[in-house]
């Protein structure tokens, strides 16, 4: 027969647990048909990293409290078009003021605040497209949450938290800090640029970060291992999928040794009480 103070004590441990264990969110950056073979901005083996992100949801369905999309999502005249800078290099540098407004078309405002490298692409993952549509390969889930990114037509998005020029954030982080999650492990598309900025944001924000290599694809393999280099210096983790299973062991064991010493503690109290 279990006492009321035994009980109580039980459901302190039992909240103490939920308090203290490390949730964990797996982020699937971009994975649609725009960036996958056969899309207009295809990245070779794109597709590769499919079968590896279901894998890793199916896998450890147990131990991951959110899955969030993001998606690529532009208007057809989007600033970050070649088709929109007739005549341009690879490589142009856009000017906004300081509310992050463009400045016009001869670079006039009352005050550059920004001065942005843009990298151009072709037209991709435009709006209502089915170009912007997640590969139907990719398992999704009902309680999925769909970030998307880089619908304001004059600034691109590379990251799933903030615009290039951080003037505004998603719903991203607002909605990680909702759950209490503490850490991510992020995949998808491309290692150089939406899985790198998203990752070296997460960082930032304070989030355990893991980048799961072979569950990301680079658009060149220059910048993917450049890439890769910074984000090792930032101190965000690069790991392989059979990684995963010990990086999960070890983020829920953490919350196990931080209850020790309460449940020595609060057993001591009640055997002497
Ligand atoms: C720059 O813009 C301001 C305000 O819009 C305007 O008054 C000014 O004439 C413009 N200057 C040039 C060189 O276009
Ligand atoms: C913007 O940056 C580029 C590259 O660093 C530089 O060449 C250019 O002069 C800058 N433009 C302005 C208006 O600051
Ligand atoms: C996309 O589709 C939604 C829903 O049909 C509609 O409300 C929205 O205006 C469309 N946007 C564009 C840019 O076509
Ligand atoms: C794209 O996705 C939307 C939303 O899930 C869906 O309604 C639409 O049918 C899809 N389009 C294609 C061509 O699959
Ligand atoms: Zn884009």
Redesign the pocket.
């Known amino acids: 027969m279990i006492s009321p103070c035994w009980l109580s004590a039980l459901t302190f441990l039992l909240l103490l647990d939920l308090t203290c264990a490390r949730q964990i969110a797996l982020l699937i950056i971009d994975v649609q048909n725009c960036f996958l073979p056969g899309g207009s901005l295809a990245v070779t083996e794109g597709d590769k990293v499919i079968p590896v992100i279901n894998n890793i949801r199916s896998e450890y369905k147990a131990d991951i409290s959110l899955v969030a999309l993001s998606q690529d999502w532009h208007c057809s005249d989007h600033i970050s078009f070649a088709s929109q800078h007739k005549g341009a290099g690879p490589i142009i ?1 856009l ?1 906004y003021d300081k509310s992050g407004s463009l400045c016009d078309e001869n ?1 006039n405002c009352t005050e ?1 605040a920004y ?1 942005l ?1 843009q990298h151009l692409w072709p037209d991709h993952c435009v709006i209502n497209t089915s170009s912007a549509n997640f590969s139907l390969s990719l398992t999704q889930e009902p309680s999925d949450i769909v970030i998307r990114k880089g619908y304001n037509c004059k600034v691109d998005s590379y990251s799933a938290f903030y615009d290039n020029g951080g003037f505004r954030y998603t719903e991203l982080h607002d909605k990680l800090q909702e759950a209490g999650i503490d850490a991510l492990i992020i995949t998808g598309l491309a290692r150089d640029y939406c899985v790198y900025y998203t990752a070296m944001d997460a960082k930032k924000l304070g989030y355990e970060t893991y980048v799961v290599l072979d569950a990301t694809r680079p658009v060149t393999k220059a910048t993917g291992d450049s890439a890769v280099a910074d984000m090792k210096i930032k101190g965000i983790q690069i790991i392989e999928s059979p990684d995963v299973a010990t990086v999960i062991a070890q983020l829920t064991s953490d919350a196990i040794h931080l209850q020790s010493p309460f449940i020595i503690m609060i057993s001591m109290i009640f055997m002497f009480h």
């Open positions: 540098q000017l670079n550059v001065n490298t």
